[in-house]
């Protein structure tokens, strides 16, 4: 951070002030905590020693411990339960015994069977298998002591960003190597349909949840119920073993206090005056806190995102496609370093190592993705076969797998990447111009980035005191000008962005050739694909990124918001209806064929 920054003071639209830039916003970068590697120890004590060490750790002071079966006995006989059997025996006349029955069932597909065997079990063999698979295990010794003390104090809900399937094994194996409590986990249904290893996650703590559930009214209440109870009483197969995966960073952030959150927010009278196991319509102000704190969650959790060298890495090759130079790549990774620093990255970067060999070790982690031939860095595009899986070719794969890797680095730099999208598409310089494009770039994609709702000025002054900083661009009282070395950072964050404009642009040019009046997310989904797929092939597009079902889920849950895609319940279905008005504008305002609004007004 500059030292001549005020982090008080912002960054105004409308601004008459004569100088040349009025940005004194900005943010702290964060700074490194001690990492531990917790696999050191592991490499020299015995593997069976570490899974039956004495383990008893230390629990909130008013727990009161309690059996799988007797939370089942306390979810089934709650009032909740007890309260939409009788609704439901009512309104579908099935007895009560029979849907009792039904309660059962769900409790039994649904509970977990904690048991010490089984998490000693699991100790061993993942300390087996992370040693294995993985050079370190890196944690903030400072985040764990803070979750220590939280322990003993609070309850404690644990939230892990997810970005693998790794995140809730190794979270487990983390608590139990801190003599913390190992905690309940819920997961996919789709891991219990695993031979064996169903079980086995269930007897060491995870419970197991239906992805969608929100229609059935019995299935709500048990697992809300059973949550409730909970907190009230607070691989591939063999050959992944023979590969290395490199480090791995857990960051435990600082706890956040849900109570203090809600510290003169929350007004709880009127849940006293109806009985709790009455299911209640939450209120507007409840949904709007609980709305704001999930934003705010998501938002630290991207902050405390640790970032490894292939991210950058792989972000230069998939802007240099098909090859690259290898010290080519070494040059703009480092620059790429020095950005992804000064915009508040949370980068790991080996201390006291040469640039090149930190590339090249990359590489080689990375080798079923790319290798380096002679002088040359290039993505394994040719299998060699014509093997299709879930009707994408090799080439595809790659190129998505290499986004998913690049991904990690959008959420750092999505504000100044809008306000140079923004500029790209402005026909001029008017801040007041750039601000309109920014807010309509901010409304199509805010279901493919986390923004605070109601924070739109203060991301556009984030994004812009960013350009400012790194020399990019300069503010004045009316306009937003490009230096002279700041087309380099623009070029490289409009590469970065420019395929969601154009994934979106894709998928309403489809939603207009579609011929059926009414179809299904599933139809809708293939016919992206296909169409897409199409393009690609005609060579008439290179934008692979519409490929990813989650860009093609998320745009049409843009597209729903926006008015764009009509949805609605047909017999328990949920058939879409393009409006085509809508569609044909949101394509052309991507395009920049029509002008957007002013801000107020930039919507569809």
């Not at 269930?202 to 697992?223: C, E, I």
């Not at 299911?279 to 704001?292: G, L």
């Not at 605070?452 to 990019?472: A, Q, R, V, W």
């Amino acid at each position: 951070m500059d030292s001549s920054s005020s982090p008080n003071s912002c960054l105004s639209v409308g601004s008459t002030s004569p100088s040349a830039v009025v940005l004194l916003y900005s943010k702290e970068l964060k700074k490194w905590d001690e990492f531990e590697d917790i696999l050191e120890e592991r490499r020299h004590v015995s593997d069976l020693k570490f899974a039956m060490k004495c383990y008893t750790p230390l629990v909130y002071k008013e727990i009161i411990p309690c059996k799988p079966s007797d939370i089942k006995y306390s979810v089934l006989n709650s009032e909740e339960v007890h309260y939409i059997i009788k609704q439901l025996s009512k309104e579908s006349l099935q007895s009560v015994d029979v849907l009792r029955e039904e309660a059962c069932e769900i409790l039994d597909e649904m509970g977990h069977k904690l048991r010490l065997g089984a998490i000693r079990f699991f100790a061993f063999t993942l300390s087996k298998v992370f040693k294995q698979i993985y050079s370190k295990v890196c944690v903030n010794e400072e985040g764990i002591q803070k979750l220590q003390r939280a322990i003993q104090e609070h309850p404690v809900v644990l939230l892990p960003s997810h970005r693998s399937y790794i995140d809730f094994l190794m979270l487990s194996f983390l608590l139990y190597n801190y003599d913390l409590p190992v905690p309940v986990i819920a997961a996919g249904m789709d891991f219990l349909g695993m031979k064996m290893v169903g079980e086995l996650l269930r007897m060491s703590g995870a419970f197991f949840m239906r992805r969608t559930f929100g229609g059935n009214k019995l299935y709500w209440a048990v697992f809300s119920e059973y949550v409730k109870t909970m907190l009230r009483g607070l691989l591939k197969a063999r050959k992944i073993l023979s590969e290395n995966f490199g480090n791995i960073h857990v960051y435990f952030g600082d706890p956040v206090s849900l109570r203090s959150l809600a510290a003169g927010r929350m007004d709880q009278s009127p849940y006293n005056l109806v009985p709790r196991y009455i299911p209640q319509k939450q209120s507007a102000e409840m949904h709007a806190f609980v709305t704001e704190v999930a934003y705010k969650i998501q938002l630290l959790q991207i902050e405390n995102m640790v970032l490894s060298p292939w991210a950058l890495t792989v972000t230069v090759l998939l802007q240099n496609l098909p090859s690259m130079n290898f010290d080519a790549l070494v040059a703009k990774t480092l620059w790429l370093k020095g950005l992804t620093q000064a915009f508040g990255g949370f980068l790991t970067w080996p201390d006291n190592e040469p640039a090149e060999e930190v590339v090249q070790s990359s590489i080689f982690l990375h080798s079923n993705i790319a290798s380096l031939v002679k002088d040359q860095v290039v993505l394994k595009t040719d299998s060699g076969e014509s093997e299709v899986v879930d009707g994408l070719i090799f080439q595809h794969i790659t190129l998505l797998t290499c986004s998913a890797y690049r991904n990690q680095l959008l959420n750092i730099f999505v504000r100044p990447s809008l306000v140079a999208v923004a500029l790209q598409m402005t026909p001029g310089f008017r801040k007041e111009d750039v601000y309109s494009w920014f807010c309509f770039l901010h409304d199509v994609f805010s279901d493919e980035f986390i923004f605070l709702p109601g924070n739109i000025l203060k991301d556009f002054e984030e994004g812009c005191y960013l350009l400012c900083k790194s020399e990019t661009i300069q503010v004045t009282t009316k306009d937003i000008l490009v230096t002279e070395k700041g087309n380099t950072v623009l070029e490289f964050l409009i590469g970065l962005f420019k395929p969601f404009v154009e994934c979106y642009q894709i998928i309403c040019k489809y939603l207009l050739k579609e011929e059926e009046d009414y179809f299904t997310e599933k139809q809708y989904l293939a016919g992206v694909r296909k169409f897409t797929s199409e393009l690609l092939d005609q060579g008439t597009s290179k934008c692979y990124d519409v490929l990813s079902s989650d860009v093609q889920k998320n745009a049409l849950a843009a597209f729903v918001r926006l008015g764009v895609v009509e949805k609605k319940k047909v017999n328990n279905d949920c058939i879409l209806n393009v409006n085509e008005p809508a569609t044909t504008k949101l394509e052309e305002m991507l395009g920049c064929k029509v002008p957007v609004g002013k801000p107020v007004t930039a919507k569809l």
